[in-house]
């Protein structure tokens, strides 16, 4: 399976770290969170990944390159001052991804989620991985019904930025700039998409706080460990 990373965000609220930093490369616990997937990725067979190039874009092709220092080849899909976001930044790089289903992953999310290795049924167009609501959150995404993700009035789950596209779930989008949002609540409602739960490590780096409780984490564990 080919594997995108979503990786060209401006990470606005980790500023003023991402003034000099694209948010893809912050460290969290002594790695950035970009190699941390490449690991993750190859370590469960991944052996293509496309990364999606924005802002501060060339520091990451300059510390990732040809992706062979992870034991992958890592392809490019550059987006420039046009930050396409999730939708269209997926749908840019579907020539590179190939015609089957592939994984995408959040760049800005840590967690020890292994990989899914999830089929997809004929009637199904991609599968979401979610996590319980964070307590930070007014309110989650999602539910899951026998597997099957839905819409709900008070959902109590939260879209890791993990899934499972096959390249039809974009047909008919136009080139440019889209959230992969809304189309995920209208296939749900469409009962087109399966959904699993993780309950284990995961957190959305998305602001400088959580950013500081993370590594603050690693240094009480560490202290702890003496």
């Not at 980790?14 to 000099?20: G, I, K, N, V």
């Not at 026998?146 to 779930?169: I, Q």
């Amino acid at each position: 399976m080919i594997a995108m990373i979503l990786a060209a965000g401006r990470g606005e609220r980790l500023r003023p770290l991402t003034d000099s930093t694209p948010k893809a490369l912050t460290e969290v616990r002594g790695e950035s969170l970009l190699e941390r997937h490449l690991r993750a990725l190859q370590a469960a067979g991944v052996q293509t990944v496309v990364i999606n190039l924005g802002w501060l874009g060339d520091q990451i092709a300059d510390r990732v390159g040809s992706g062979s220092a992870y034991g992958l080849q890592v392809i490019y899909s550059p987006e420039d001052e046009q930050i396409l976001e999730t939708g269209g930044g997926i749908h840019r790089a579907l020539p590179m991804l190939g015609p089957d289903p592939f994984l995408v992953v959040n760049a800005d999310i840590y967690t020890d989620m292994p990989m899914p290795d999830v089929g997809l049924d004929d009637d199904t167009l991609g599968h979401l991985v979610l996590v319980p609501t964070p307590a930070d959150k007014t309110s989650g995404d999602f539910d899951v019904v026998d597997g099957r993700l839905r819409n709900a009035a008070e959902p109590h789950y939260t879209f890791s930025g993990v899934a499972v596209y096959r390249p039809e779930f974009f047909k008919g989008c136009e080139a440019g700039r889209f959230s992969v949002a809304p189309m995920l609540r209208a296939a749900a409602d469409a009962d087109l998409l399966a959904a699993s739960i993780y309950t284990g490590d995961w957190t959305d780096v998305g602001t400088a706080e959580r950013l500081a409780e993370l590594n603050a984490a690693d240094t009480i564990a560490g202290d702890n460990d003496d």
